[in-house]
C-alpha cells in the first residue's frame, strides 16, 4: 500500500459556476491521477491520498462521498465548516505527468 499526499488539483468550472475536481496531483514530484483513478485506490483500500496543511497541522484525509445522486466525489473536510480543502489548493502544473 503506498500513501499519497496530494497538492494539487486540476478544476473543471461548469457553466453554473460550480467545481469538479477532475484530477489531483504532487507538483513537486510531478504526477497527477484522474478522479476515477483516486475514488478507485481509497474505495477498494489499496492506496489512501492525503492532503498536509502549509501551517504544518495534522493531515487531511481525503474521502469518497456519495451525495444523493450517487455520483461520486473526492472531499478533504476542514472540520466543521465542511469547506473542502481539496478545493483550496493550486492548480496541478501543465507538465504534471498523468500516471495509472
Sequence with gaps: MDI???DCVAILRTDGGQEHITHVGHIKNN???TKESVIARIESG?????IQPTS???RIDIRVERPNNGTARLCAP???KQAD???R???CAAG???IH
Design 4 to 6: 499519497h499526499e496530494v
Design 31 to 33: 504526477w497527477r491521477l
Design 46 to 50: 489499496t492506496d489512501p491520498f492525503y
Design 56 to 58: 504544518g497541522g495534522r
Design 78 to 80: 476542514l472540520g466543521s
Design 85 to 87: 480543502a481539496l478545493l
Design 89 to 91: 489548493l493550486p492548480q
Design 96 to 98: 504534471c505527468a498523468l
